[in-house]
């Protein structure tokens, strides 16, 4: 342990170091993502973080008649069916935040917590029509993007380890409009913090190692490092199938950005089965991906037409616990 902290501190030493005898770039690239923050990502995901929390705190324990079918499909807890709301069309992190809130207020074990960061922390509609709709000429492809996108989040909620365990009751009353507007705002600073943060470190990198590697890799390692940068580096591919494809990935992984603003909102939950989730939800969406591309429809036909198969819930979970007799 006290060779890890030694590292640790080596480690922000050189980074201060760093900026120190480049404060140029750092003073740029941290301008360009304080920009970023306040023109698009504050008001694409700012007013989400709010109405999650208030949704989730006022359907908290209550079942949804609409979204039961969905939520027995994915083996979510009756009555907190309301995640997938803020899962799927709130964006990056807000499922997880809603995941987190479910789960502090005593609603969701923590295992049932850590199985459903697996699946309810995906790209919202808002952020798609905002910042990928330029790489395409048509909506179309947008729509066609974020329907592959929850598709594979679906399959992976279908068949990921289901969880056997009691969940208690909740434990407190739903959180008032105030205490969901703070909560909102800490978040929102959790996310912008690791937005700065990171558009320094791509600045740095593409300053020193990324102009040597081919266009193709430089975008793959800034999509998957931060998707937002990575979406605006797309444009630089001038075949549409291949951007397709990246800009697929790169939405289902959410890149290590979104993963450390995941680990922010997420407080106390494991962030094990969320990391394990994201690369099977990238790889049916790459899968799913390159069938549109080849126009074989038969596959996401086949991948709807799978996920009404029922599967037997075995007492075999991976997950620690006491599980119901």
Known sequence: MQKRNVCKAAAAFLGMLILILDSKTALSAATE??????????????PFFVLSSVITGSFSGRTIPILKPLGKLLHIPCGYEAILISGFLGGYPVGAQAVSSAYRSGGLSKEHAERMLAFCNNPGPSFLFGMVTFLFPDKHS??????????SAVMVG?????????????SSSPAPPVRAMDSAIKAMAYVCGWIILFRVAIAFANRWFLWLLPDVVQLIFIGFLELSNGCFELTKLANPDIRFLISGCILSFGGLCVTMQTA???????MQHYFIGKL???LCTGILCVSVIRQLWMIPIAAL???????????SSRFPGKAIV
């Open 142 to 151: 947008v729509w066609l993007l974020w329907g592959i996108t929850v598709l």
């Open 264 to 270: 922010s909102v997420a407080g106390k939950l494991s």
């Open 305 to 315: 037409l799978f996920l009404c198969i029922p599967l037997k819930n075995k007492n």
């Open 158 to 170: 279908k068949f990921y380890p289901t969880v056997d365990f009691i969940t208690p009751a909740p």
């Open 280 to 282: 099977l939800q990238t």
């Open 33 to 46: 993502g304080i920009q970023l923050c306040f023109s698009t990502v504050i008001p694409a995901l700012f």
